[in-house]
């Protein structure tokens, strides 16, 4: 039997201050080959993570069926309030796990990231800088790749074709390439080429590598606000990524880009001695952070249409492709190994 009036009945929700969510999706499921040491991995992403992170930062860890130690631990950062949200679940797979964290929340930014990703000091001010410097800007990867320069991208290539604001540009970190490549466990990923130049574009004194992948990055909002499906039937892979994480922001019109130096190291699944003197390096983030400006998104249906499926089927074409390279910059050679 009820009794009395619920005082919550009606009442809206108060306006959190957080403006930046973070979500990690974790799946441990023992600490014996492949996961011997993500354990230590996990430790070390979130410490780097709070450490770098300024206080509007509001973090969601997702166990998606970790070992009883994992679970132990992540209960224990969220009663000491260092992660305000936990949601446990079983091997549900890696997007479930993450439309789970975006579900019930409403943030003007959502960075998404693997639990084996190492934060470094002054990742959302770059973040941000994008994001305020190319208003178009859906996505930012804090980890720059020459190699996604294809990937969800045609519509900025069209955009700014003949734009001088979009050049090859000398590589800004090289040596974070080579730990990139190490740390996927293919040092021959990227070729010489790769080391020299990226394709950035520039505005209001902010450079941005264009192109960005998956593993960490951050979304304005709105991305997920039109996802059809609420599940997908991959644990890993498959094309869930693409569908969840890639694929919104250029349905909308938004651009896929990157900063211009790394500020996010992928650490794998092996721990090293490089990952916890990074750690020891890092600066305990007190700078006041206030939400960037951000501009609503404009999607024109038939344009977009044009740019994301007709138009890559034009420039993606050896010939032009290699024209275009050389047109930004790139030597003929260059240009046919990119």
């Not at 998104?297 to 499926?309: G, R």
Request: hydrophobic residues 40%.
């Amino acid at each position: 039997m009820r009794i009395g009036f619920n005082p919550n009945k009606d009442q809206t929700i108060t306006k959190s201050d957080y403006f930046h969510q973070v979500i990690i999706p974790v799946h441990i499921p023992d600490q014996v080959g492949y996961f011997k040491d993500s354990f230590t991995i996990l430790k070390y992403c979130l410490n780097s993570l709070f450490k770098t992170s300024h206080s509007k930062t509001y973090f969601t860890v997702v166990n998606n069926g970790c070992c009883v130690e994992v679970v132990v631990y992540l209960n224990m950062l969220h009663q000491q309030g260092q992660i305000h949200e936990i949601v446990h679940t079983t091997a549900i797979g890696k997007l479930n796990a993450i439309l789970k964290g975006i579900a019930g929340q409403q943030f003007d930014l959502i960075t998404i990231s693997d639990a084996d990703v190492l934060f470094l000091d002054h990742w959302q001010k770059a973040t941000y800088e994008v994001f305020e410097a190319f208003p178009k800007t859906g996505v930012v990867s804090t980890t720059p790749n020459p190699k996604m320069l294809r990937y969800y991208t045609s519509n900025i290539l069209f955009e700014a074709l003949f734009s001088k604001k979009i050049q090859f540009t000398n590589i800004k970190n090289k040596e974070a390439l080579t730990a990139f490549a190490h740390s996927i466990g293919n040092v021959n990923l990227f070729k010489k080429v790769h080391f020299e130049y990226n394709l950035t574009v520039f505005n209001k004194g902010v450079k941005a590598v264009i192109g960005a992948g998956h593993f960490v990055a951050t979304y304005k909002n709105i991305c997920f606000n039109r996802i059809n499906s609420t599940y997908t039937k991959f644990s890993l892979g498959g094309d869930s990524e693409q569908l969840f994480l890639d694929e919104p922001a250029i349905n909308l019109g938004l651009w896929r880009l990157s900063t211009e130096d790394n500020f996010t190291y992928h650490m794998g699944n092996t721990k090293e001695d490089w990952m916890e003197n990074q750690l020891k390096s890092l600066t305990v983030n007190c700078d006041v952070f206030f939400a960037p400006k951000l501009k609503p998104a404009v999607n024109y249906n038939f344009f977009n249409w044009f740019k994301t499926e007709f138009f890559p089927r034009i420039i993606f074409r050896k010939s032009l492709w290699e024209l275009f390279l050389r047109y930004k910059g790139l030597s003929k050679e260059e240009a046919n190994n990119y």
